[in-house]
């Protein structure tokens, strides 16, 4: 009988990066890898490197932000179909959509081993307004009646998992474990000397609650202290989300050379060697990966006080927790590790330190599997 593993996901372009290592110990274990995902034309490149390694794509339309009663039921109904097609034996999802509809769509196809990563809790969670709350007691049911069909289920972060508690959105009867993120290949984000102390990088989705706002806002102080400073931006704007930024929005400050954009890049590891710090703003994460991938590539972080952030830094050792929408605080510590002559190298070193101890993508794939029990 041939053995197969669903994975069901909202973004395709990411996937080999922070899933690479769980769809390798699928393969190893003799699975054949299948992976549900939205077609999207801009990541097609990634499309035919996923096929080369032998995985089956299948692309599913997913309307991402809101709920949206009728797109959603015909996503239900397409992943159903799927699962029949295909009888995953394992279905492991991410991403708040694919965790809740994915699953329920997995269930009723008659599959029992369903897995749930939760690398987020999404900004219902955290607005406020008479529409976010009803949306935030919906979300609630229906992540309290997914988790009860499911076998497992992962938090990032302690915060995420304490939320999902004290909401009511957690059933008692699933097995609950604690990773520290997606883990980094310690071996590809190797240790490398600071070169550039005047350059500064944010990594990520140009959305508002990833800090961006607030990373241009401190730019914009540092740039008239210190001239010769360089903020640089890898990512991609998002105009899915109603948070992301505009295109004439990052042409403005393109334009007026506050910032260097690199655009989506496949491999940030150029752009982590480059830099000397990485800022990282966001607002409420799983664990954020770039913060770990920088970690391991023996960068100081500058990141802020907030759930899935503050566990990746151990404030003045290996960079600095600010207040969440803080550019004023933000910029205080870059002018720290622009005025000292050792400390981004110390808490560099520090940085990568803990990422042996504590992050090697190794460690956190062999606990889930061996919480999965497969």
């Known amino acids: 009988m041939n053995k197969n593993a669903l994975i069901i996901c909202s973004f395709g372009g990411s996937i080999l990066t922070f899933r690479g290592k769980v769809i390798e110990r699928f393969q190893v274990l003799g699975y054949k890898v299948h992976i549900c995902v939205p077609y999207q034309e801009e990541h097609i490149s990634f499309h035919d490197q996923i096929r080369e390694m032998g995985i089956e794509l299948h692309f599913i339309k997913l309307e991402n932000s ?9 996503y239900i109904y397409s ?14 999802s991410y991403t708040i959509k694919p965790v809740i509809f994915g699953t329920i769509a997995a269930r009723l196809s008659g599959i029992k081993n369903t897995h749930l990563l939760i690398t987020g809790l999404g900004y219902s969670f955290y607005a406020n307004g008479f529409f976010n709350k009803l949306l935030r ?38 097995k609950v474990g604690l990773v520290n993120g997606s883990g ?24 508002e609650d990833k ?12 740039k008239k202290e210190y001239p010769n400073s360089e903020f640089h931006i890898v990512g991609w704007v998002d105009e899915l989300y109603k948070k992301s930024i505009t295109h004439k929005q990052l042409q403005t400050w393109i334009d007026s050379g506050l910032i260097i954009f690199h655009g989506f890049q496949k491999d940030i590891r150029p752009f982590l060697i480059d830099c000397y710090c990485l800022i990282h703003p966001s607002y409420h994460e799983g664990t954020p990966r770039a913060v770990l991938e920088a970690m391991s590539t023996g960068r100081p972080i500058i ?27 933000i910029a205080i510590a870059i002018r720290k590790l622009m005025d000292s002559n ?33």
């Not at 992943?79 to 492991?92: E, G, N, S, T, Y």
């Not at 800090?211 to 540092?222: E, T």
């Not at 952030?309 to 004023?328: A, Q």
């Open 342 to 374: 050792n400390l981004g190298d110390i808490m560099g070193y520090t940085s990568r330190q803990i990422a042996l101890n504590k992050y090697s993508d190794i460690k956190v794939v062999d606990k889930m599997f061996s919480m999965m029990e497969i």
């Open 137 to 174: 007691a919906i979300i609630v049911f229906l992540y309290r009646f997914t988790t009860s069909l499911s076998k497992t289920i992962f938090f990032q972060n302690p915060d995420n998992m304490n939320v999902f508690r004290s909401s009511g959105a957690l059933s008692s009867n699933i």
């Open 79 to 92: 992943v159903f179909k799927l699962c029949r097609k295909i009888r995953p034996q394992h279905v492991f």
């Open 303 to 329: 990141t802020t006080d907030a759930p899935g952030c503050r566990e990746t830094i151990v404030d003045n050792e290996n960079g600095f927790l600010v207040p969440v929408k803080s550019p004023n605080e």
């Open 211 to 222: 800090g961006i706002i607030d990373f241009i806002d401190a730019a914009k102080i540092i």
């Open 184 to 207: 980094v290949d310690l071996n590809f984000f190797r240790d490398c000397p600071i070169q550039n102390y005047n350059k500064f990088l944010f990594v990520g989705r140009l959305l």
């Open 66 to 74: 809101g709920l949206k009663f009728f797109p959603d039921i015909k």
